[in-house]
């Protein structure tokens, strides 16, 4: 028998009873569940959608095998990860869709849908998407770069605003691990590498998404990722098996931790543990989804927190993504079957799975006794508990794609995006006060839509004929032959001499204007040599860019991380200490006024 084809019993419960208080409705509904279905709550799966918000079910093509119906009526899971962009109004009407499946459960227990990041211009399908619909605001390091509290909470709120209408109620966000290792390539999503600076910018966060307490009209934040992903062994992530090693070589461990300490104290509901595995500590080497040291030793008794832990995607199965084959990520138990690896994800404290879909292994862990049931209900307590705060056993349970299609893009939402995206940009060269660029140029430019050049300069078709040259470029990486890997900028942060060459040769014909997307430090001596003006962003448009080239906006910016000299000063650093390479180009904190 599956965990829902037993017959609807009648309404009128006490956990139904929206009069009631939230812990007597918790206990009514636990008491009435299954062993089946509390092991359902315990998987937060990836879901994808048909364009016209309809479900994916099996048998219909997509990037990863599902069943949505099955997933939600057989197997009892009621936590979902939508992956992919799409329409507003199309996720409002599909999660309605998956909100009326739910419903006819058994028990009617409702869907909690979360999201990761997809306000600003990463497009990457294992950390964000890139804003779409949504109004678009820089990366988190360009909020690291404004340095202002009050940005991040007015941020976070618009967040929540845009999510609650589709029916978003957790974020898989914010993430605050320092950019101490410059290579790493999960850095665009931190706040760069200060601490302090870290720590007031998620107290905004969380405020923001769920204000002042969780409640029916916030977001769940699910802060990420315990105890500080940043110090990664050569800069390697730990989505794959040659970055699984996470060091603490300038004994930094209790600096990285300290922004989840005022995680914790601003109230975040949910905290997700990395994939990496701690070597050379008092830790135990297995990654941290699975090290009861650091889930239960630290997080639940030393800092006292009684939220959701949700471990990241994946510890448990082995997976094909692309046509290629991933391990499950249990760093240090690589050799145990997927019953054994499960059983260390609970042992360890915590409560979910992320990316999995395996309720069977919880049932066969508690029937052969290795599991207690008790063990079982203290995280479908914690679970339950956040969806009868957030109101989705009672009128928040569905939401209007009318609202949705309203509130998505909202003219003034977009515009706040926008003045953050200008105000975010850090000059780091201004040579002869070349910016902002006056009156109208003749404007040699490459990597820029000629569209949006020709509102402010005259363009040409060679060097000799400008005035300047503008020109934009990324952070260098070195290119990974694995699919889902080579969505991870690694390795090299500098140009190579065959792509540094043309841009030296550009540089000496003609004054040239040079704006980089810093999504890693990357190391750029030659460059800011030899630029006549040096603008980094960290997620902004074309418009915004050139709004501040030609002065029309106000850059505010100060470099989030340091910028390295060479690749020689990175490898000597010291992954863990921030801001650690020797004669930096630009030192962190580094920004000028126009």
């Known amino acids: 028998m599956s965990a829902t084809d037993q017959p609807v019993r009648d309404e009128g419960h006490p956990y139904q009873d929206a009069s009631r208080p939230v812990a007597e409705r918790v206990e009514d509904l636990i008491s009435r569940m299954t062993l089946a279905e509390k092991a359902g709550q315990l998987f937060h799966q990836m879901l994808g959608m048909k364009p016209d918000g309809s479900t994916i079910d099996q048998g219909d093509a997509g990037m990863i095998p599902m069943d949505t119906t099955g997933l939600i009526q057989s197997d009892a899971l009621t936590h979902f990860n939508l992956i992919g962009q799409h329409a507003p109004r199309a996720i409002a009407e599909w999660h309605n869709r998956i909100q009326r499946l739910a419903a006819e459960t058994r028990l009617g227990i409702p869907v909690s849908l979360s999201t990761d990041p997809r306000h600003a211009f990463t497009d990457n399908m294992g950390v964000s998407f890139n804003a779409g619909a949504f109004s678009a605001w820089p990366e988190p390091l360009g909020f ?341 890997e080579s969505m991870f900028h690694s390795g090299s942060l500098a140009f190579t001499p065959e792509l540094l060459k043309p841009l030296l040769e550009l540089m000496d014909k003609v004054p040239t204007i040079v704006c980089i997307n810093l999504e890693r430090p990357a190391v750029i001596p030659e460059i800011a040599e030899n630029a006549a003006g040096l603008v980094a962003d960290f997620g902004a448009s074309e418009d915004a860019l050139l709004d501040v080239v030609f002065g029309e906006a106000e850059p505010a910016g100060r470099l989030p991380f340091e910028l390295p000299r060479s690749m020689g000063a990175v490898r000597a650093a010291r992954t863990d200490v921030p801001n650690d390479t020797e004669n930096p180009v630009f030192p962190y904190g580094h920004g000028l006024t126009l």
């Open 144 to 484: 690291g770069a404004l340095r202002d509290p009050e940005t991040v909470r007015r941020f976070a709120d618009i967040v929540r605003r845009e999510y609650t209408a589709v029916g978003f109620r957790t974020a898989l966000h914010p993430q605050i691990d320092l950019a101490t290792e410059p290579r790493w390539s999960r850095q665009s999503g931190t706040f760069g590498s200060d601490a302090d600076l870290t720590g007031k910018l998620v107290r905004a966060y969380v405020q923001g998404l769920q204000g002042e307490r969780l409640g029916k009209d916030s977001v769940a934040a699910m802060v990420k990722h315990f105890p500080g992903g940043g110090p990664q062994l050569d800069g390697e992530d730990a989505h794959f098996p040659w970055g699984r090693e996470q060091v603490y070589p300038g004994g930094m461990r209790e600096n990285h931790l300290a922004p989840f300490k005022e995680a914790i104290a601003a109230g975040c509901s949910q905290m997700m543990p990395y994939y990496g595995m701690p070597v050379g500590t008092d830790w135990e080497e297995v990654g941290f989804g699975i090290n009861k040291g650091v889930i239960t030793g630290l997080l639940r008794e030393q800092l006292g927190f009684d939220g959701i832990v949700c471990t990241d995607w994946g510890l448990v199965t082995d997976a094909d993504l692309f046509g290629e084959r991933h391990p499950a990520r249990a760093w240090g138990l690589e050799g145990a079957s997927e019953l054994d690896k499960a059983y260390a994800v609970i042992a360890a404290g915590c409560d979910q799975f992320g990316g999995e879909a395996r309720p069977e292994l919880i049932v066969e862990l508690v029937e052969s006794g290795r599991l207690t049931e008790e063990r079982i209900d203290a995280s479908v307590r914690r679970i339950v508990r956040e969806k009868f705060t957030l109101g989705l056993f009672d009128e928040r349970r569905y939401v209007s794609p009318d609202e949705a299609e309203a509130t998505v893009g909202h003219a003034d939402f977009v515009a706040e995006g926008a003045a953050a995206q200008r105000r975010s940009l850090t000059v780091l060269v201004n040579r002869d006060k070349t910016l902002p660029v006056q009156q109208r140029p003749k404007m040699y430019v490459q990597n820029f839509g000629t569209a949006a050049v020709e509102k402010h300069a005259d363009l040409v078709g060679t060097p000799e004929e400008a005035d300047f040259a503008l020109l934009r470029l990324r952070t260098p990486y070195e290119p990974r032959t694995n699919k889902f």
